[in-house]
């Protein structure tokens, strides 16, 4: 049965995304963003966008550290409550990434936890690079955290299954591998009600990245590989997060 909405649209507004995901804390936001900021040192009067920002908990760490700071996501449950945090250097938006809502505003973009590579067709990356490109003052840098998809298809090919019970719900996940996704199928039971949610990234690569990135008027500048900023490592990091400049 063809969708009436792209996955990501129906996914990401259902409350149980936010049941599945829940454990992602501020604590993990937190760290990350402070080992970030240390990195790219900041001046005052930098600006910041958080791309995809979910409910908000990057964007808040960032401002938390006295920059003002937009965050921008296509769920509007998520901006309802990103709205609800407390801190007068954040706004958020309801918008798709592909569009351009803010010319030439911001010092830094970032876009993190694998919140790109949404979309069924190339172009849609494309669109997605350009504007940010476009949002970036000239000189200003991208930061985008991506699934490190060298080890995930190792982890897949390992263990396709596994089960999750969160708030009395189990979750059935199944990944699977095609030539151009990484996939998954969430399927579950609730309140006499059966429900089937799927999600898929492409598999990019580093080099698929680069090719992307070069494309659209960036310039990598360095390659980390966790959350504490370590060297990327094809094989064995969790992460692939990239410090890209507008050129």
């Known amino acids: ?71 921008i996501d296509l769920s509007v449950n998520s901006i309802d409550e990103a709205r609800k945090l407390n801190n007068p ?19 830094y973009i970032f876009n993190l936890f694998t919140s790109f590579g949404y979309f069924d ?26 699934l490190n998809t060298y080890k995930v298809e190792q982890l897949i090919e390992e263990n396709p299954i596994h ?10 996940i199944k990944k699977r591998l095609s030539s151009q996704f990484i996939s998954k199928e969430i399927s579950f039971h609730d309140k006499g009600t059966d429900y089937h949610f799927y999600e898929h990234v492409w598999r990019l690569s580093l080099e698929n990245f680069q090719d992307l990135l070069e494309n659209s008027g960036f310039e990598i500048q360095t390659i980390f590989g966790d959350y504490e900023l370590n060297n990327f490592k094809p094989n064995t990091s969790d992460r692939l997060i990239m410090v890209a400049k507008r050129t």
């Open 163 to 172: 089960t999750l019970s969160i708030s009395d719900i189990e979750f059935h």
């Open 89 to 107: 250097l954040l706004r958020f938006e309801v918008g798709d990434m592909r569009n351009v809502h803010f010319p030439n505003a911001f010092s």
């Open 121 to 146: 067709d190339h172009d849609g990356q494309k669109q997605s690079l350009d504007a940010m490109h476009a949002q970036l003052k000239a000189g200003g840098t991208l930061v985008i955290d991506y």
């Open 1 to 71: 049965m063809k969708r009436s909405k792209p996955w990501f649209e129906e996914w990401f507004n259902s409350p149980y995304y936010h049941i599945l995901y829940g454990q992602r804390d501020y604590n993990e936001a937190k760290r990350f963003i402070e080992n970030l900021l240390a990195y790219l040192q900041p001046v005052k009067e930098s600006t910041f966008l958080d791309l995809a920002c979910g409910k908000g908990r990057h964007a808040l760490e960032i401002a938390n550290h006295g920059y003002p700071t937009t965050g």
